[in-house]
């Protein structure tokens, strides 16, 4: 019997190459809500947390939540129209995907962007119906908050430890802790191979293409150790 048997995905960064939409459109929601624009450095190490919590985590010492809403609007207006230059899936992510639903994996995408932002991105890449679960941060708490695992799971029914979450940030990897799955960190994404390693990931990948040949990789029973703990 394989290790796993549900496959749990991080979208920006993780299968989709957003995050450099969403840098773009964040730095030019601050400017335009006359607020300090954030460096790029900044706004990657808020990627994957929910709009309204990373807002408020670039500005930790604003108190008007007036302003912190006037950017939240603002990102969305300039995410729809960073639509207009396509985002592209990270090599091999469909065929991968392919691959794992024929071979039976459940699979599931856990975000934190909202419905509808889900929604037009599988939407233009026709995967709609790719997935057996899907949870976005404004319909639920968000990360690295576990109650996102936690209902993907309820409705598949499945376990944690036979669950793997991958994710290029440190709020997916520390999700996936809180709800007692392991973790494979993605060096592509967001945050760097530093900050995901602190995270204790099972492991950590540099192209998407390499997860397929380590999820067959024979692993002794009881080689469920984090990364950090060797």
């Not at 007036?66 to 990102?75: P, Q, T």
């Not at 856990?110 to 939407?123: P, V």
């Not at 709800?179 to 390693?197: C, F, K, N, P, W």
């Amino acid at each position: 019997m394989r290790e796993f048997d549900t496959l749990i995905f991080d979208w920006d960064g993780t299968l989709s190459d957003s995050v450099g939409h969403i840098v773009s459109a964040m730095r030019a929601a601050a400017q335009d809500a006359d607020m300090p624009v954030p460096t790029s450095t900044a706004v990657r190490g808020i990627i994957g947390l929910g709009l309204p919590e990373a807002v408020a985590a670039l500005y930790p010492h604003e108190s008007d939540a007036r302003r912190l809403a006037v950017v939240v609007d603002s990102y969305r207006q300039q995410y729809r129209a960073q639509e207009a230059q396509p985002v592209l899936l990270f090599p091999g992510v469909r065929e991968a995907l392919d691959a794992w639903r024929a071979e039976g994996y459940r699979l599931a995408v856990a975000t934190g962007k909202g419905r509808g932002g889900l929604e037009r991105m599988l939407r233009s890449h026709d995967l709609l119906d790719y997935f057996d679960a899907t949870r976005c941060a404004d319909e639920t708490a968000s990360k690295p908050h576990p109650r996102m695992l936690r209902e993907i799971l309820q409705q598949l029914d499945g376990a944690p430890s036979r669950a793997l979450m991958v994710g290029d940030s440190s709020f997916d990897l520390d999700m996936a802790t809180q709800a007692g799955m392991g973790s494979i960190g993605v060096t592509y994404g967001a945050q760097s191979r530093e900050q995901l390693l602190r995270c204790k990931p099972l492991h950590l990948i540099d192209e998407f293409v390499e997860l397929a040949g380590w999820l067959k990789a024979p692993r002794p029973s009881n080689q469920k150790m984090a990364m950090g703990e060797a």
